[in-house]
């Protein structure tokens, strides 16, 4: 067996074969490098001098393997056509958007979207494919299992007796992946779907798809990462339905150690349903992120992910404010208003708008100021539906967004919890941000609503400017992304233990 890369000879095997009544078998191994490079393999049956060429292969590629399911922001219709050699993919697309069953025939690799439609993967799988090549000269394999309309109750449909059911679409892709050979190297499953659910057309999306986490672990036994997409303010939804299907999804990644949501909400050419293509390649980015960050290294990682709230709690006695805690390092904005509506419309309290001032962002928190004091016991943030003759009907913002553009996960009827017991004493508040631009020494500015002092881990954010003309000013530490002036005669002191 002769060995090319690049049409230049690489390497070289030979081995003996024993002849029995009923002919030979042989086998070899050999690997090659996973890198933007096409091998060869010529097999030749010897005898002394002479030799026969036997079989060869060309265009082999080695590289790394994923799978994306889900309903038809998951297939974009099927209707990319770019190409590129070194992005393959395995069988085919079924008739009516891969809803009919499958030929076990379809066997064959390709480049990714080779034949229109029947090779296709999508314009956001294609844009993730890429993206991997061309950033780590790494091939990849994508196997676009969606089928449009589906529920979950549809993907966690695997049939136990015959589990690569060709009726079905979890049988369908169980199979494809099998007869490549590679349903034991799939590194990660993309999941986005339920929109479904949302029109009230499903049931039941967590316990659908609980199922279909279960059987995936099952049979993609080293598959080590799900991204799933939350769904975004779809038309047609149902209200007291499509929230709580979002709020599901946000919840996953709490609920499962190896997966990551991402947003649908503010993504670029949002019709109510379907993204342009520039939208579906900025979902590929975002995605991208997370997929270098846990598989080739990357190192940028800051707020890449979406803010998903931790936390909601009165934060004031007078129960005039209200603070939302995120996660720990991200860097929050508050979008006043886009396209002429206010964030603070799109804050609810126990189901209902009107009540928040205004709002401000600082580090990791969110600080509500309310127009009256309230008792409500549970928050929400972004509208449930947005009828189609609203004016500001498809929702495209305002959002919370951290420093990299990501949007926060919409939740909803987040548990509001009671006035913590150390706000009388400011003793709760342990790291103290600054909120604007001003004067150390106006309580205000500060997100602990008191000056810093030595209990204090204090944070000057981007873009304040903070000055004082104290004799002295102590903090336990100081981190300043921003400026600080401080005055002639004023040291600054930093408890270093």
Known sequence: MKIYRNNDSNSYLRLPITYEINGANFSANTSIIAEKAEYSFKVYLCHNADSTLVVTRDNVVSGDVYVLTGQSNATCLFNDTRNNEYCRTFGNITGTYNTEPYNPADTAWSAANQIPYVKNVGEFGFEIQQRITDTYNIPTCFINSGFNWSSAAQHANRNPANPTDLTTGYGRMLYRLQKAGIVGNVKALIYRQGETEAYGEGYDFIGNFTRFYNFIKSDLVNLSKMYVFQIDIIQFARPDVAPVVRDDQRKLEDNYVDINVVPSIGTIGFNGLHYSSE?????????????????????????????????????????????????????????????????????????????????????????????????????????????????????????????????????????????????ATNSCCLTNESLVSGNWNEPSIWSCNRIPSSIDNTVINAGHIITSQNNGIFVKSLMNKGVLRLGTNTVLNVKLN
């Not at 590929?284 to 803010?307: C, H, M, Q, V, W």
């Not at 996660?327 to 206010?342: I, K, M, P, T």
Request: hydrophobic share 35%; charged share 20%.
């Open 279 to 423: 939208g579906y390649a900025q979902n590929a980015l975002e995605t991208f992120r997370l997929i270098a960050r846990d598989f080739y290294g990357s190192t940028d990682t800051g707020n890449i992910k979406s803010p998903n709230i931790r936390k909601a709690y009165f934060s004031k006695a007078d129960r005039k404010e209200i603070t939302l805690e995120f996660e720990a390092g991200q860097d929050l904005s508050w979008q006043e208003q886009h396209r002429g509506q206010r964030m603070v419309d799109f804050i609810y309290l126990d189901g209902i708008s009107g009540n928040v001032q205004s709002g401000i962002a600082s580090g990791r928190k969110v600080i509500l100021q309310l127009y009256n004091s309230s008792y409500t016991t549970k928050i929400s943030y972004l509208p449930s539906y947005v009828p189609e003759n609203a004016s500001y009907f498809p929702y495209t913002g305002p959002f919370i967004l951290n420093r990299r553009g990501m949007r926060a996960f919409s939740f909803y009827q987040v548990n509001l919890e009671n006035v913590p017991t150390c706000v």
